[in-house]
């Protein structure tokens, strides 16, 4: 591998940055992140040790590669093995942790160094400001999870949120969960008093949540007959999927039983998919098509700096559009470890993006969501 | 969703009770789900019923008959199957790779494997042969007083009234040992089929009934959901033995359900696997030949099988290194595949070895060896000794050891699960690794090549199955 200095490095770095940065307003061509995504994987290749004895095992050269396809996927599990750096692992500022639900003994690690970092706190910045808060600088952000500073381990879903919370809570935004001896208890009755509290001042709350805790949220408020019209802007994110956690609804469910709940109209309901092994996130795009006046099926869009394929379970080739099959995410921010992660979550492209079904029956439940083991409403 | 069905069938069979008495549910099996099957929604009041009529169908005939008879009857069923135009063969081979999604290969292979169980040699019925080396004793002993052989007394054998058989569905041939087990010591059976494979059972006792309808009478096949305790728990009441296939789970919580009186026979979750010794790498040819042996061991019963290896150990110093074995397993592995497809797996198992395949990948000293563009089969030479199980579904670890001695300490995390070993040693070897293997827990050490294949009357999981459903063993001393 030639030509991988410091230049190409600072020059590679600099186009992704601005393809994270300015991407959506000026657009990134597909010969701009084929470019892009190709040498990235030369100086991936040429700093990660076992990447590299990977790709050469597979007898792929670098440098022959003309398309970003033809990059290979890195397997989720092998984050459960071995660092994947394109640094020495003592230099790196996060140690991410997946949840590890099937298997607490054995979870995956995402270490990021301080470069990384600031690929992927930007990338968390500018996915949310786009597909979340497109129409607000600010407000008041319930998040249904401990202050990430609080989290007994790096997990990234909670870093995420506190991401947000940072740039675009107000000052009243509050995390209503708490680590607890058995796992994470949410504030139940401070919840239900803030939703109050919104519908009477009328000031728009930005709920965030894990998909199963939304679930046993309108559960419980089922059970007990509560019902909100929250004010117009009032949002609903929800990530994870349920993980065996609490009933499954299909999207299509929750989000008409979130409404009937809370008043938040199906749009303002996003759901989101992040990876620990990734480190861009990806969004519902409804609530931006909505403010667009734009109307298109529900899916998670790619990112200028974004591509996620299906690949045949058998084959590992990619699939035509709308056919089922395992995803494969190409993430440029994921600058520090590998860009190409295939993940055994089912799903199939669409429109310029993708969707996600859920975990293939007979893997291991997992994904980014927090780590609730229950959530409880606490009625004191 | 519209339906496309092409056929249903019956996956019961319930003697005494007419089509109207129960009601039914379909479970639909086929990638376009081109095949279901018809099963009972069974409650406690019908199973009662059915219970009281094969008891006493059995009353009435099957006790009466002498077990020479019931062995010809059941010689004349296996002969029938023998004949490739037998309708219900037939059916099997057609319906069963859509069930199972075992290759129409495998499932011929499976059902030719358990027909060996009937056939004749050297004018010999191999079940005479199982019965002699079940009892111990002339077979006659479970129709009337003998000798006991080589003792001073009479001797009588008593089998169950009523047995009740909790089938798994990894193994279509399964369910058939056992049924036919217990109409040789005369009992009443039920047998509830499981959900992956309700039907093969069926076909048999339907093949029962085209020789001897009364003798078919005896049995009854149903469904229902495992663990529905209230038919259960009448099921379990009645028995008086319980033979129950299944995981660690299934048989703890059958454990606790069945009444004082009733004798369980568990056949849990087992472990296999195969060892080669330097003395078979002596040179390619004979490397090769036991490397499609032990291919073939690997991918009969797509792996499920209790008996099929999770791994082999191979001797290093032989001419062949056991890293050259993984190569000619691997080109084994293609052939058998050629032959005997593996069947097709459902997504999450794709992706499962996809993922476990992808980890290797990044793995130092190992060496990966795999199908071209499917899961089809995969070889894993891996130099790190421990036990580790497979995935299934024609995965397989080959890993190197100094000598076969070794072994027992790399096993012994999983003693407990042991079953079968398949091998490829001399004979002074071959005796004394066995005898390691027996003290710690494997119960058939089989030649490689032969582990899908148990010979006639050995022993199964450790015991005699047969003799074992023997609820009584009268003596006359005079």
Redesign the interface.
């Known amino acids: 591998m030639s030509g991988i200095d410091s230049e190409f490095i600072r020059k590679l770095d600099e186009d992704i940055l601005e393809a994270i940065e300015h991407g959506y307003e000026r657009g990134v061509s597909e010969s701009e992140f084929n470019d892009m995504a190709i040498r990235l994987f030369q100086f991936q290749y040429s700093a990660n040790k076992?990447l590299q004895?990977?790709i050469q095992?597979?007898g792929i050269n670098p440098d022959n590669i003309t398309s970003w396809e033809e990059i290979p996927?890195?397997?989720?599990?092998?984050f459960?093995?071995?660092p994947l750096t394109c640094f020495p692992v003592e230099r790196a500022e996060r140690k991410f942790m997946t949840s590890g639900t099937k298997n607490p003994g054995k979870r995956g690690l995402h270490y990021i160094d301080a470069v990384g970092m600031h690929f992927w706190r930007r990338s968390v910045y500018v996915t949310a400001k786009h597909y979340f808060f497109p129409d607000v600088d600010k407000m008041k952000i319930l998040a249904l999870s401990p202050p990430p500073e609080t989290m007994p381990y790096d997990m990234s879903m909670a870093v995420g949120i506190g991401e947000w919370v940072e740039n675009f809570g107000t000052e009243n935004s509050e995390y209503l969960a708490r680590v607890g001896e058995r796992g994470i208890d949410v504030n139940g009755r401070r919840f239900v008093e803030l939703l109050k509290e919104s519908e009477k001042t009328g000031e728009p709350v930005a709920i965030v949540s894990s998909s199963f805790g939304c679930v046993h949220f309108l559960d419980q408020c089922k059970n007990i007959g509560l019902k909100f019209n929250l004010p117009k802007g009032s949002r609903s994110l929800d990530g994870g999927g349920y993980k065996g956690k609490s009933r499954e609804l299909t999207k299509e469910e929750l989000y008409s039983s979130l409404k009937e709940t809370t008043g938040i109209h199906e749009a303002y309901c996003v759901n989101l998919l992040g990876l620990t092994e990734n480190a861009t996130q990806f969004f519902d795009n409804t609530l931006l098509n909505s403010l667009e006046g734009k109307s298109e099926l529900r899916y998670k869009p790619n990112h200028p700096w974004t591509r996620t394929i299906a690949v045949d379970?058998?084959?590992?080739?990619r699939l035509p559009k709308g056919k089922?099959?395992?995803l494969r995410h190409y993430d440029l921010a994921n600058r520090s470890s590998v860009m190409a992660v295939?993940t055994?979550d089912?799903g199939y492209e669409v429109g310029s993006g993708f969707e996600i079904i859920g975990r293939?029956?007979?893997?291991e439940p997992r994904g980014c969501s927090l780590d609730y083991n229950e959530f409880v409403i606490v009625q004191k | 969703m519209v339906s496309t069905l092409k056929y249903t069938f019956d996956a019961f069979f319930l003697p005494g009770i007419s089509e109207s008495e129960v009601k039914y549910e379909e479970v639909v099996y086929g990638d376009k789900e081109e095949v279901s099957v018809r099963v009972p929604i069974m409650t406690p009041e019908v199973l009662k019923k059915v219970i009281i009529s094969v008891k006493e169908s059995r009353k009435q005939n099957l006790s009466k008959r002498s077990v020479g008879e019931i062995v010809e009857v059941l010689d004349q069923v296996g002969s029938n199957w023998e004949d490739r135009n037998y309708e219900l063969r037939k059916k099997a081979l057609a319906v069963l790779p859509k069930i199972t999604r075992f290759s129409p290969q495998m499932i011929e292979v499976s059902i030719n494997g358990v027909l060996e169980m009937f056939k004749r040699k050297d004018n010999k019925s191999n079940l005479t042969r199982m019965l002699w080396a079940e009892l111990d004793n002339d077979p006659k002993c479970l129709d009337e007083f003998i000798p006991k052989r080589g003792c001073d007394y009479l001797v009588r054998a008593y089998g169950p009234e009523f047995i009740v058989n909790i089938f798994s569905g990894n193994v279509p041939a399964l369910p058939i040992v056992s049924l036919t087990r217990g109409l040789l010591v005369k009992s009443a059976q039920l047998g509830k089929v499981a959900s992956e494979e309700p039907y093969f059972a069926n076909l048999f006792v339907k093949s029962i009934r085209d020789v001897d309808e009364e003798i078919a009478n005896s049995i009854a096949l149903t469904y229902w959901k495992g663990g529905d305790e209230s038919v259960e728990n009448v099921a379990f009441a009645e028995a008086d033995v319980v033979v129950a296939y299944g995981g660690v789970k299934t048989i703890e919580s059958i454990k606790k359900r069945i009444p004082h009186k009733t004798k369980l026979i568990p056949y849990g979750h087992k472990m296999s696997f195969g060892v080669i010794g330097k003395e078979y790498l002596i040179d390619e040819s004979t490397a090769r030949e036991v490397a499609e042996l032990a291919a073939l061991d690997t991918s009969l019963y797509d792996q499920q099988g209790c008996l099929s290896p999770q791994l082999w150990y191979v001797e290093k110093n032989g001419n062949i290194s056991p890293e050259k074995f993984a190569e000619f397993l691997a080109e084994e592995m293609e052939k058998v595949n050629q032959k005997l497809p593996r069947g097709k797996i459902n997504v999450g198992k794709s992706s499962e070895i996809q993922q476990l395949r992808g980890t290797y990948e990044f793995k130092d000293n190992v060496k990966i060896f795999c199908s071209q563009r499917s899961t089809d089969w995969t070889v894993i030479y891996d130099e790190k000794e421990e036990f580790e199980p497979s995935c299934s579904y024609r995965f397989v670890r080959v890993k190197p050891v100094d000598d076969v001695s070794e072994v027992r300490g790399l096993v012994m995390p999983i003693a407990e699960y042991l079953q079968t070993i398949g091998v490829a040693l001399y004979e002074d070897r071959l005796l004394r690794f066995s005898d390691e293997m027996g003290r710690i827990g494997a119960t058939n050490i089989r030649q490689v090549g032969k582990m899908g294949v148990p010979g006639v009357g050995i022993p199964h999981d450790g015991s005699y199955g047969l003799r074992d459903l023997i609820t009584r063993w009268v003596s006359i001393e005079r």
Do not use: F, N, S
């Open positions: 076992p004895k990977y095992r597979k996927g890195v397997v989720a599990d092998v459960k093995d071995i379970p058998e084959t590992l080739e089922i099959g395992l295939q055994d089912l293939v029956k007979g893997g």
